[in-house]
């Protein structure tokens, strides 16, 4: 049985969630500061780099690795729900998890449509789903 909208929706709230802390912390000790003697505003300091490296490695490792080499993510774990390859119903693999991250876009350039083609399509695919074969089921 395919995930409903709204589990998935959940899922990936989880998920962000967990990076967001690395990007709070890029942006509050890593943001720009002020130059002592022009007064003038600087580019993000080191540390910035570091906490958006770490937040990029942790949503890389549990959207790329983790969901593509056990079907889930941290979030879709939570929720009880996979992301399975459409034929085999085996999990996709890390490559083609990020292939879909980037297919994503698709989803969003017509206005974020793409994200809700589950709301009314028979396998509950968004748009990066149904360009890589994958869909997300319950268990």
Sequence with gaps: MFANWITRVGAYLVDSLIAAPFAILAAVLGGPGTDA?????????????????????????????????????????????????????????????????????????ICFIGFLFPLWDSKRQTLADKIVKTVVVKG
């Design 37 to 109: 003697e022009t007064g003038l505003p600087t580019g993000p300091g080191p540390l910035y780099w570091v906490f958006i490296v770490l937040a990029i490695a942790l949503s890389g490792y549990n959207r790329w690795f983790q969901a593509g080499k056990t079907g889930q993510s941290w979030g879709k774990k939570a929720l009880g729900i996979r992301l399975v390859d459409e034929v085999s119903g085996q999990p996709i693999g890390a490559g083609k998890a990020f292939l879909r991250d980037l297919a994503h876009f698709i989803d969003s350039i």
